[in-house]
């Protein structure tokens, strides 16, 4: 009977769910810095990881700037407790540029490095070897099946896909993807990050672009096959779309901004993957722009042209 219950509980303690409070962000860009401001904002204490320390300097100085935003709308009527909060908020953040160095004590490796499925791969290969096994990975894909990436670990069932999105300090939403592997207790751990973030967190099953880029992208080529038939204007689409379904941006607007290069390499890939998928279709408009190096907003033109 005593050794039934000390089974009991060993099991108990093994299905306890992993609450988070040391994570490793890699990549310093807009992604992980912001990922990073949040987590650290919100009581976590974060490692910030990338290739050199200008990169790094640079994505604290921007989330130095960011929180100083946050803190003016926050404590509008308390400018002390807004300093308080900004220096509180980067106390919690370090920097290196060695992940390995800094992943023997986290309980959370949240990946946001470029959309490359191989660098994906040598990453988490190499930090899979010196990560503790309680340590959950995650990444902040969102296009690459967060499958082929967890199969470059040991830990398949301790990883997951959290997609954040941009800016990740105003974006409310986070996709919580579980694949085929991954353990009910990861897949409630990542929840309850998500939720200590502040954020509203929705699950997906690891499909091609989960929830909203799944939605999103095809409707976004589908607006521009309108518009290469010649049935409406882009103006005129982007202007029906805005005050028929209320939509804050039009498609060709939302395309601009968001960069002609990342949908069709988006596009690209979810095509490799089901050819067949009228949805996935390219199209000769977006890869001609493309390749004339007119990306949107970015390059000052896309489908339209920016000051």
């Known amino acids: 009977m005593a050794f039934a219950r000390f089974a009991s509980t060993s099991a108990t303690a093994a299905a306890k769910k992993l609450v988070v409070k040391h994570v490793t962000v890699v ?3 807009q992604m992980g810095a912001g990922i990073a401001q949040v987590a650290a904002s919100t009581g976590h204490t974060v490692i910030l990881v990338d290739q050199s320390d200008e990169i790094l300097n640079k994505s604290k100085k921007g989330i130095e700037d960011s929180l100083k935003k946050v803190a003016k709308k926050r404590f509008a009527d308390k400018p002390e407790a807004g300093a308080e909060f900004i220096e509180k908020t980067l106390k919690n953040i370090g920097t290196s540029t060695d992940p390995v160095s800094v992943v023997h004590s986290t309980d959370l490796v949240v990946e946001a490095i470029v959309e490359n499925l191989s660098a994906k791969h040598d990453l988490f290969k190499t930090l899979d070897k010196f990560a503790p096994e309680h340590t959950i990975f995650a990444s902040n894909t969102s296009s690459l099946p967060i499958t082929d990436i967890a199969n470059a670990t040991t830990r398949q069932d301790r990883f997951g896909g959290l997609h954040f999105f941009n800016p990740v300090p105003v974006m409310k939403l986070v996709e919580v993807v579980k694949t085929p592997m991954t353990s009910e207790k990861t897949f409630e751990s990542l929840v309850d990050f998500t939720k200590a973030l502040g954020k509203n967190p929705v699950a997906c099953k690891d499909t091609p672009g989960f929830i909203v880029n799944r939605l999103l992208v095809p409707y976004l080529m589908e607006a521009v096959r309108l518009f290469e038939r ?19 941006m039009g498609p060709f607007e939302l395309l601009d901004y968001v960069g002609l290069d990342t949908s069709k390499y988006i596009i690209d890939g979810w095509q490799s993957l089901d050819p067949d998928n009228p949805l996935f279709a390219p199209s000769p408009l977006l ?20 000051k």
């Open 230 to 248: 010649g049935d409406a204007t882009k103006e005129d689409i982007d202007i029906a779309m805005k005050l028929g379904a209320g939509y804050p």
């Open 27 to 29: 990549g310093g860009g």
């Open 287 to 306: 890869n001609k722009l493309v390749e004339e190096k007119k990306l949107g907003k970015k390059t000052g033109e896309g489908f339209y042209k920016h």
